[in-house]
């Protein structure tokens, strides 16, 4: 066994490792204490006290008792579903609170962490439950292996023991007779942690006003906008990056300090990959966000903002000719005809020769 | 010979994985308030769950046992003997270790006024089961479901201020201001023929002043006059106008 690595193997150097990009793959020692113990509670993982490594007597079987066959959750989306129980030996840990943490495999039920040999450790192992400030280290809210998705977008999956991946185990019979699910297992977990499994990225995000195709400089207030958003899978098998609807709870923000509005953004029916949904800008002015924002544990998380102002509208985009506005429209308008028919009149109307003839007749008389 | 006793003796190895089983022997409960009045009592059968217990937030539970050997029925001290609390609904666990003296015999006290930290955290509605775990090297581990229980509501266990975001958030609707209001469009009408209204009088007041001069005028036509103007009576209002 390996106690001392190279120079450059030090916690901090793979934690920035892990901050570049690069996915991890971690197997805890169970003798010795190395200094990747010393980086396992970084990740929110508690060890238990040096020498106890997991032990259950349950169910009955001809190995010994720190080697545990233990039942895989169906319903874990790295795994897959109906894995046969796997050979586990090693050491178990209790979970941090962290939400970037993701359980792929906890203890059984029956399963404790202990470094006694034989029955007479009894009172030891009670002991050991007032001592240590976790308690007992026993039961199903341990770990055996657990992922952790970290914020820049790399993997590290901490094992409690290499033992899992030796071919001793892949071949090692079941107490019930059946093959272990060890090579199935291993590599799940493989591929999740190296990013070939549940890998989510976007590809592209568009908006534009509703009837247009290409997105606007400024949007006005109470605009339909419409937000699409194109979004991959990758798939291993054809080592390609493959449009992806399943998502089904994913929401869009439009935000400006707080969000204004959060909706959800289902997929479009038609074009795979694509989510897009209407909504209409609110009735405030300011530089607004569209924020992306999906974060679900065991999947990449997916983040994208896109920046755009929303304006008041123009002194020419509000309504013109309100009902409200007839009678001054019709005083304008009789007015300006008024005007135009009282001049007609007046300068029309005076009749001078008809006056001087008027004025002639009568004086004569 | 020597080839018999071998295949015996490897018979008997094989068939010594068979362990011997553990079991219990006069496991009991009994549930006493703090002033110590008994409030239930009972034997626990192993074949048939009693009624659900019920604890309330100052009870103590009194749990006692003896671990036996199936068949020859000494007391047996088991490397393991753990309570487990399970909640079938959350999920949530618990495991409490049991001190068991070398005679097989145990005893558990669960006071809650003071719980113990091993408790998961309960819910109101719905209760914990709890069943018995014994592991020993030497015979078989079995498994023994003790009873239902049904525990105070405790705290639910503390989340990370992040949690929330890893689940979908509540959706925010923007409520705009209404919009703006016109009065109705007869109303508008209206006014709009009021403000019409002084060209009715005009055009009325003018035909009546037309019909009022017109005997007064001169009708002419063809360069002949057809109808002289009537003479301005000096007292009427149009002579004096």
Known sequence: ?365 | MSILSFCLLSLLVVSGTDAAKLSLQSPRFTISSSNATQLRAEPISLAQQPAPLTLGLTDVLKLTFQVIEKDEGKGVQPHQTFLRFYDKVSGEEGIQPIRVTPAGKAKFELNMARPPTSLPPTTSSDPLSVSLLLGSFEYSPVQFDMFDIYLPESQPAPQHPDEATFHPLPTIVHTFRAEQKLPPRPISATFAALVLAPWAVLLGLTVKLCRDVAPFTTIYKGWGIVRPPKKLIPSTPLAQA
């Open chain 1, 1 to 365: 066994m390996i106690a001392d690595y190279a120079q450059d193997i030090t916690p901090q150097s793979l934690v920035t490792l892990l901050e570049k990009g690069s996915n991890l793959l971690v197997a805890l020692p169970s003798k010795k204490q190395t200094i990747i113990t010393s980086l396992a509670p970084e990740f929110s993982l508690i060890l238990p006290p040096p020498g106890t490594p997991l032990v259950s007597h349950f169910p009955e079987r001809d190995t010994p008792v720190t080697v545990v066959p233990v039942t895989p959750l169906s319903s874990n989306p790295i795994l897959t579903p109906n894995t046969p129980p796997v050979w586990f030996s090693g050491v178990p840990f209790a979970y941090g609170n962290n939400p970037l943490l993701v359980p792929i495999l906890n203890a059984p039920a029956e399963s404790f962490a202990a470094d006694s040999g034989s029955d007479s450790g009894a009172d030891a192992v009670v002991e050991a439950a007032d001592k240590g400030g976790e308690g007992l280290w026993a039961g199903s809210q341990m770990g055996l292996v657990a992922g952790f998705q970290a914020l820049g977008g790399a993997r590290a999956t901490w094992v409690g023991g290499v033992e899992l991946f030796s071919d001793e185990y892949a071949q090692k019979e079941l107490p019930q007779g059946v093959k272990p699910g060890n090579t199935q297992f291993t590599s799940d977990v493989a591929a999740w942690t190296f990013q070939e499994s549940l890998a989510l990225r976007i590809d592209n995000v568009t908006h534009h006003l509703v009837g247009e195709t290409g997105p606007r400089e400024t949007y006005t207030i109470n605009d339909n906008v419409v937000f699409t958003a194109h979004i991959s899978k990758y798939n291993s098998g054809k080592s390609a990056w493959e449009p992806y609807s399943g998502i089904t709870d994913m929401q869009l923000e439009f935000t400006m300090l707080d969000p204004h509005i959060r909706t959800s953004l289902p997929p479009a029916t038609g074009n795979a990959g694509e989510y897009s949904v209407t909504f209409r800008v609110p009735d405030r002015h300011g530089v607004f966000k569209f924020i992306i924002d999906y974060k679900r544990k065991g999947w990449t998380h997916l983040q994208s903002s896109t920046v755009v102002p929303v304006v008041p509208p123009r002194h020419d985009g509000y309504p013109r000719f309100l009902s409200a506005a007839w009678p001054y429209y019709i005083g304008a308008i009789s007015t300006s005809i008024g005007f135009v028919l009282f001049s007609t009149l007046w300068l029309a109307g005076d009749d001078r020769e008809a006056n001087k003839k008027f004025a002639k007749t009568t004086k004569t008389e």
